[in-house]
């Protein structure tokens, strides 16, 4: 199993992001999807899921900015982030759940400053 996220950088607040995460080496398509992120100092917490379904799910503070969708065919997530505020500064990590096991990609840094 391999999950290659990309799409990180640097942009102002209000800007807007899309990362991106390829996966490789298990049915992509039957699997629930999911986007962490983890600020320097606090814990990695699950920031959106996309289920094999297409069912979504955020946290509170990125409900209405963040939009997660899969592409099955391209064996993709990706993870849409709007109106982007200095809290949403984190790497950012991708991860397939899999029978009992968590995969997870290098991670990608995103960092939101004026």
């Known amino acids: 199993v391999q999950l290659v996220e990309s799409g990180g950088g640097l942009v102002q607040p209000g800007g807007s992001l899309r990362l991106s995460c390829a996966g490789s080496?298990?049915?992509?398509?039957?699997?629930?999807m999911s986007w962490y992120r983890q600020a320097p100092g606090k814990q990695r917490e699950l920031v959106a899921l996309?289920?094999?379904?297409?069912?979504?799910n955020y946290i509170d503070s990125v409900k209405g900015r963040f939009t997660i969708s899969r592409d099955n065919a391209k064996n993709t997530v990706y993870l849409q982030m709007d109106s982007l505020k200095p809290e949403d500064t984190a790497v950012y990590y991708c991860?397939?759940?899999?029978?009992?096991?968590?995969?997870w990609g290098q991670g990608t840094q995103v960092t939101v400053s004026s």
């Open positions: 080496g298990f049915f992509f398509s039957s699997y629930a």
């Open positions: 991860n397939a759940a899999i029978l009992v096991y968590d995969y």
């Open positions: 996309i289920t094999s379904g297409g069912n979504t």
